[in-house]
């Protein structure tokens, strides 16, 4: 069964510094992985994916994620944070026939002015 | 295109009754999966359909059912609601299932059991 962890359930950056989410997963076989956000009152809105081409991959707004099968990571990164960046973020894993994602608990992200 | 959709926004119901949640997919996407959102159990998975079939199902009790339609429409059901059932139900669409596919999702039901 396939799984990921998050690390650090809140985290707090200033405006224009690095953005950093961590995220572990935990599969049998290659896994898909994705990584979505949250707003206020809203659903999620996919931000990027894995899905075993290109080990960087790029998102919308300036994010972007690094697959490395040798330490199960997938952390998302987005090198100057804007106050519009504060959301909850996702992490998400699925096996290719699971026809469901598994999600980690979530990271809440604070933008500091 | 329209995105998902999803009715009504917001439902108050009380202990032991039952409710009927609706979610219309984007145009032409012929899977639809359902998850739950709680402050204590984050997301969980509840059901996927793909042309009127479910094909999975996370571990939730009998009480939580659903169903898809034959032009891809989906309605979940939970009879005998409990004060634990309160939560954020999210429905999710994509083309044809894949999990390569991204999902796209609804802004959601907020569920209150009173």
Not at chain 2, 89 to 100: I, K, R, T, V
Request: positive net charge; aromatic residues 12%.
């Amino acid at each position: 069964a396939q799984s990921v962890t998050q690390l650090g359930s809140h985290v707090s950056v200033s405006e224009g510094a690095l953005v950093l989410l961590r995220c572990n997963y935990s599969s049998s076989v290659p896994p898909y992985l994705f990584w979505y956000v949250q707003y206020p009152n809203q659903g999620l809105q996919l931000l990027l994916k894995y899905t075993s081409a290109a080990t960087l991959v790029k998102g919308i707004n300036g994010f972007e994620a690094e697959f490395k099968k040798s330490e199960t990571s997938f952390h998302l990164t987005k090198p100057s944070a804007h106050m519009s960046d504060a959301a909850e973020y996702f992490c998400a894993v699925s096996g290719r026939s699971d026809y469901k994602l598994s999600f980690g608990a979530g990271t809440t992200v604070t933008v500091r002015a | 295109k329209a995105g998902v959709t999803q009715t009504p926004r917001y439902l108050i119901k009380t202990r032991g009754q039952q409710v009927t949640l609706s979610c219309s997919p984007i145009s032409g996407h012929r899977s639809v999966s359902w998850y739950q959102q709680t402050p204590g159990q984050g997301l969980q998975f509840l059901f996927e359909y793909f042309s009127e079939t479910q094909r999975n199902k996370g571990n939730f009790p009998g009480r939580f059912s659903g169903r898809q339609f034959s032009n891809s429409r989906s309605e979940m059901n939970v009879s005998t609601l409990e004060l634990g059932d309160s939560a954020l139900y999210l429905c999710a669409s994509s083309p044809q299932g894949e999990m390569s596919s991204p999902l796209h999702f609804g802004n959601g039901t907020r569920l209150t059991v009173t």
